[in-house]
């Protein structure tokens, strides 16, 4: 296949016919790998879709890679997680495009919330370095209880309570907007308040104010 036909964008409604396929790319992956990807059922795959909290990666009508974001403690932190790629479109860097989507959009939507992850895989944790994420302990990430009840779908959630919640089998890593260079800060509220005239000028229309 060519990996420059594959379209990487932000998930919509029309995706939502391929979250069954979402849920089972990523239920074979945590068959396959014995570590943990937490399960999601197409119902909260669907959500992110509409919700536009996803990103998905399309190879004509052919869904081959899926992220999706939620923001916790009310948007103090966001966390972009369900990284997959299909196995017969891995190693094209695809997953690559993916994360750099996803993190564009949790840049976009929350441009002020602590960005983190939690992973065992090594390209996630290279990826995440590439682009400003750190490795912390848990105890820098979000204390949101409903975020971790998320690992509950984990093979791996015993080891978690067992310690807990103070460690487990992934790192995790976070990005602190606090930190970053004053220019990408920015560059990144640049685009937030361009999004935010949009959003004034359709209302306005809609409501026909002049
Ligand atoms: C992890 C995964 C998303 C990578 O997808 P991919 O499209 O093959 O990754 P890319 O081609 O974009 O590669 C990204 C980087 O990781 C490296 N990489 C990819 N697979 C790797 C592997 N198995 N071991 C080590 N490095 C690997 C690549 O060489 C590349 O590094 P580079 O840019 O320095 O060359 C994919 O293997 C997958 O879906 N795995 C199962 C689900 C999973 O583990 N998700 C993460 C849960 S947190």
């Given amino acids: ?31 396959q790998r014995g570590t943990g990807i937490a399960r999601r059922s197409p119902e909260y795959i669907s959500a992110k879709m509409t919700g536009g909290k996803s ?3 399309m ?7 899926f992220s999706y974001i939620e923001c916790w403690e009310h948007g103090d932190f966001v966390a972009t997680s369900g990284l997959i790629v299909d196995p017969d479109y891995r190693n094209l860097g695809l ?7 996803t993190f564009q959009l949790a840049r ?6 602590k960005i983190f992850s ?14 400003g994420y750190k490795p912390v302990t848990f105890s820098e990430l979000t204390t949101d209880e409903e975020f971790w009840r998320g690992c509950e779908g984990c ?12 460690l487990c089998i992934c790192t995790g890593m976070l990005f602190d907007p606090g930190t970053q260079p004053v220019d990408d800060a920015q560059e990144q509220q ?15 229309r809609l409501l026909h104010i002049k």
Wanted: charged share 25%; aromatic share 6%; net charge positive.
């Fill in 108 to 113: 976009l939507r929350f441009p002020y919330a």
């Fill in 155 to 166: 093979v791996n959630f015993d080891i978690l309570q067992r310690n807990n919640r103070r």
């Fill in 55 to 57: 990103v998905v990666a």
């Fill in 118 to 131: 939690i992973t065992t895989s090594l390209p996630v944790m290279k990826l995440n370095t590439r682009m």
């Fill in 1 to 31: 296949m060519d990996a420059n036909n594959i379209t990487v964008s932000f998930a919509t409604a029309e995706h939502v016919k391929h979250a069954e396929r979402v849920c089972q790319l990523i239920y074979e992956s945590a068959l």
């Fill in 59 to 65: 190879d004509g009508d052919k869904l081959v890679g």
């Fill in 95 to 101: 997953a690559s495009k993916i994360k750099e989507k």
């Fill in 190 to 204: 640049q685009q937030v308040n361009k999004m935010a005239e949009s959003v004034k000028h359709r209302i306005a």
